[in-house]
């Protein structure tokens, strides 16, 4: 059927208009999925996003029903927004679509509470069916992912990346790094003190076992909480 539940399932009809807000730093792509959104009826694109920041502030301005959000965006990434789309519009309903396919992408979006997960090789009816399934209150993941969600299951849902053990907003400090920001840049993006930033960066490399800015940066490409598209 090419689609796993990540829990039960809600026994409620898809809107009569679907809310959708995309989330992508590529304005083709952005405006290609537009273009087949339109074509299926009954879907209405009501927000686009270049990035996590911004998909959390339509999220609040729009009420989406369903977010469609790439995971490799700037400044805040896709999988690090979830939890903010969930604070700020809890009945909003996340479907990663990500060219990733590895499980720690995939397990860390369930984790952060993603409805779906689909691949941007998706048939454009697969689209549509994982936009209605999701807006009425089910799950759907792409075939090539669901089975890593089976095997954490098998394993009793136990473990957990490096990601996992940092805090938010660590995590967004590390991206922010990663992405070449200077401390002070990093500061004023996040509103806090230079000395703040210097301690988050302090904190990662003692709980990463990394000793300087270019360790962290390497941690970060290879987890893939920034993409590496040079």
Do not use: C
């Not at 026994?11 to 992508?24: F, H, M, N, S």
């Not at 879907?43 to 790439?70: C, Q, Y």
């Not at 799950?139 to 990601?163: C, D, I, N, T």
């Amino acid at each position: 059927m090419g689609w796993y539940s990540l829990g039960l399932m809600a026994d409620r009809p898809a809107p009569a208009t679907i809310r959708v807000v995309i989330a992508d730093d590529h304005d083709l792509f952005r405006a290609g999925v537009r273009g087949l959104l339109r074509s299926f009826g009954g879907i209405e694109v009501v927000g686009e996003a270049a990035d996590g920041h911004e998909a959390v502030a339509l999220t609040a301005t729009h009420r989406p029903h369903v977010l469609l959000m790439d995971i490799g965006m700037p400044g805040l990434n896709g999988i690090e927004a979830i939890a903010r789309v969930r604070a700020v519009m809890p009945a909003s309903r996340v479907i990663i679509l990500s060219m990733h396919t590895g499980e720690e992408h995939v397990m860390r979006a369930i984790k952060a509470g993603a409805a779906g997960y689909l691949l941007k090789n998706a048939q454009p009816d697969e689209l549509e069916r994982a936009i209605r399934q999701v807006a009425r209150g089910e799950s759907y993941l792409s075939p090539a992912v669901s089975k890593y969600v089976v095997q954490s299951y098998a394993r009793g849902g136990h473990g957990g990346s490096e990601l996992e053990r940092l805090t938010p907003r660590q995590r967004e400090v590390l991206q922010l790094i990663a992405e070449g920001y200077t401390t002070k840049a990093i500061a004023a993006r996040l509103k806090v003190s230079v000395k703040t930033v210097e301690t988050h960066r302090a904190q990662l490399m003692e709980r990463l076992n990394i000793r300087d800015v270019v360790g962290l940066v390497r941690f970060a490409l290879r987890r893939g909480l920034v993409d590496n598209e040079a």
